[in-house]
């Protein structure tokens, strides 16, 4: 299966910019996802990024995809309290199911 | 609205006893997943199902069993033979592989053993 790592976290303060960053092993991904954890609720997509594009872009959400180095991240902007979750990475194995990076847990402080 | 719903919401198990997850969506979506959520650990596959009346093993699947006889349904029973079962469990269904724009997932079951 593919494995998909993530830094485990990250504190910013509120009206910066959060850059959440994750490498992936399986060049054969097709999706890559992002997807935000709230406490002791499910997961909740984010935004996703067809492995033929370099970025997209979803109001203050940027997602960048380098191929050539598997690495994805996800750019926040203008980052507000409301953000502070943990944040997944996730791309498909070799079977047919996603699998998680270890996430991400962001702490926006005012 | 459609959606998936997980039940019960905290779910306390005795030693040696079995207990059954619900997991139940209106989507209309062929595949369903249990996914077991440790702090640190991130997401693990426990099954998986693409179709009614097949399922797979995950990574963790030892101590665990599922059935998926109704397409909306996707039941996970941790068995006394799950040694270490406290966790978070998730469910989430998807339409199949090739046309995946990921998951929906559950709001999720958390189980204690006391």
């Known amino acids: 299966g593919e494995d998909v790592e993530q830094s485990l976290f990250l504190s910013v303060r509120e009206g910066d910019s959060s850059v959440i960053n994750c490498t992936y092993t399986?060049?054969?991904?097709?999706?890559l996802y992002w997807y935000k954890q709230e406490p002791g609720a499910g997961l909740q997509l984010l935004t996703y990024i067809f492995s033929n594009m370099d970025m997209k872009q979803d109001q203050r959400l940027t997602v960048l995809l380098n191929k050539k180095d598997k690495h994805l991240s996800l750019r926040i902007a203008d980052t507000q309290t409301g953000d502070s979750a943990i944040y997944f990475c996730a791309g498909p194995n070799s079977g047919y199911a996603l699998n998680f990076g270890k996430g991400t847990s962001l702490l926006v402080t005012p | 609205d459609g959606g998936i719903t997980q039940s019960p919401k905290y779910l306390f198990r005795k030693e040696g006893q079995n207990v059954t997850l619900s997991c139940e969506q209106n989507l209309n979506h062929d595949a369903m997943y249990w996914y077991r959520q440790d702090p640190g650990q991130g997401l693990r596959l426990i099954y998986y199902s693409q179709i009614v009346n097949d399922f797979q093993k995950g990574d963790i699947a030892e101590g665990y069993s599922v059935s998926r006889e109704k397409k909306e349904s996707f039941p996970l029973t941790v068995t006394s033979a799950q040694k270490n079962p406290t966790a978070f469990y998730l469910c989430?269904?998807?339409?199949?592989?090739?046309?995946?724009?990921?998951?929906?997932f559950g709001s999720g079951t958390r189980l204690t053993v006391v």
């Open positions: 399986d060049s054969s991904s097709t999706y």
């Open positions: 989430a269904s998807s339409t199949p592989r090739g046309q995946n724009y990921g998951y929906t």
